[in-house]
């Protein structure tokens, strides 16, 4: 699905075949820029692409079709149903150590009135602790918890740091979601991983959008 990763030319192929099962265009979607940032973007329906530098994507426009592109990193969803607001996060290392999950809660209690509360948070496919090995160096980045040891090697796991984070800013544990978050490196047979490909892999969508019921 991406424009630079992979095999960049089948890509917009792909992406029309995407969305006509979504009954959309690529055209009516937001591509932000990833950066591995903790950059937040609020989308109005005036909002065109090109979107600038940043990793996460908030709207409350129903049929606004937020998206972000991943390959081992999290994709997180939230959705607050009072507020009928949504958020689609990028989340790697880089984005969840800056605090990109709650920077985007802060924008949406400031910018939406969401109560964090009432906030539902999913996370989609990712690189889990099992297969994420990292350097020492981690120890200095998330010191907390989030590393666990595996055969006396250093293993990071994201969704427990993000939740983690998320709690500390008041959602709710039960609204968080991530026992069906798939390892993509684990079932690289089914979705790109760029650990187990050694970055010579392309890119997955994920989506977002609210539609009104009719």
């Known amino acids: 699905m991406s424009y630079s990763s992979g ?11 995407l969305f006509k099962m979504l009954s959309a265009s690529p055209e009516d979607a937001i591509f932000p820029h990833q950066i591995h940032s903790n950059f937040v973007e609020i989308i109005s329906p005036q909002k065109n692409n090109p979107i600038p530098e940043c990793d996460a994507l908030i709207t409350n ?8 592109q991943t390959a081992d990193c999290f994709p997180i969803f939230i959705f607050d149903p009072n507020q009928h607001t949504i958020a689609l996060i990028h989340a790697g290392w880089r984005g969840t150590h800056s605090k990109i999950l709650p920077q985007t809660i802060n924008k949406l209690c400031t910018h939406f009135q969401c109560i964090p509360g009432n906030l539902i948070i999913s996370f989609g496919p990712g690189i889990r602790a099992c297969c994420y090995e990292v350097s020492d160096d981690f120890m200095n980045y998330f010191p907390n918890g989030s590393l666990i040891q595996i055969n006396q ?8 740091e993000n939740t983690n984070q998320a709690i500390t800013n008041g959602i709710h544990p039960k609204n968080i979601l991530s026992g069906s978050s798939i390892c993509t490196s684990c079932n690289n047979d089914l979705f790109y991983s760029y650990r187990k490909e050694k970055g010579q892999c392309g890119r997955m969508i994920s989506i977002l959008t609210m539609k009104k019921n009719n």
């Not at 960049?8 to 192929?13: F, T, V």
């Not at 426009?61 to 972000?68: A, E, K, Q, Y």
């Open 153 to 160: 090697k250093y293993h990071l796991d994201l969704i427990k």
């Open 7 to 17: 095999n960049p030319l089948e890509s917009p192929a792909n992406r029309q075949e």
């Open 61 to 68: 426009d129903l049929n606004t079709i937020l998206t972000i």
